[in-house]
């Protein structure tokens, strides 16, 4: 069963960083991506960002794309979102999700992932 854990959230002033982590077991393979997306109060649940587990490519929303990056430590099977510079309008749950195959198969796409974990909340003040 593949669970993901999510941890590193909380409360930063505007301009500062945070790092999430997601710790991720029960995989059968090595083919999968995984993913953060996150939900802000009264909106939809976005992709922010996705690395492939294979190969290591990684794609990111827009919108974040500078501010944001994600990075995986294979060995702890472990992947982080180091936030960077940011702003109040960042304040949402982050959650890690997976997918079992690359990321390329649903870049982003909250429909197209197979596991959540059960987020964890970033607040940011102004």
């Known amino acids: 069963e593949v669970q993901l854990v999510e941890s590193g959230g909380g409360l930063v002033q505007a301009g500062g960083s945070l790092r999430l982590s997601c710790a991720a077991s029960?995989?059968?393979?090595?083919?999968?991506?995984i993913g953060w997306f996150r939900q802000a109060p009264g909106k939809e649940r976005e992709g922010v960002s996705c690395?492939?587990?294979?190969?290591?490519?990684?794609y990111y929303a827009e919108s974040w794309k500078g501010r944001f990056t994600i990075s995986s430590d294979n060995a702890k099977k472990t992947v982080y979102l180091q936030m960077n510079s940011l702003k109040p309008e960042d304040t949402a749950v982050y959650y890690c999700?997976?997918?079992?195959?690359?990321?390329?198969?649903?870049?982003?796409?909250?429909?197209?992932?197979?596991?959540w974990g059960k987020g964890t909340l970033v607040t940011v003040s102004s």
């Open positions: 999700a997976a997918l079992d195959g690359p990321c390329s198969y649903y870049p982003l796409y909250t429909a197209g992932m197979d596991y």
């Open positions: 029960g995989f059968t393979s090595d083919d999968y991506g």
């Open positions: 690395i492939s587990r294979r190969d290591g490519n990684t």
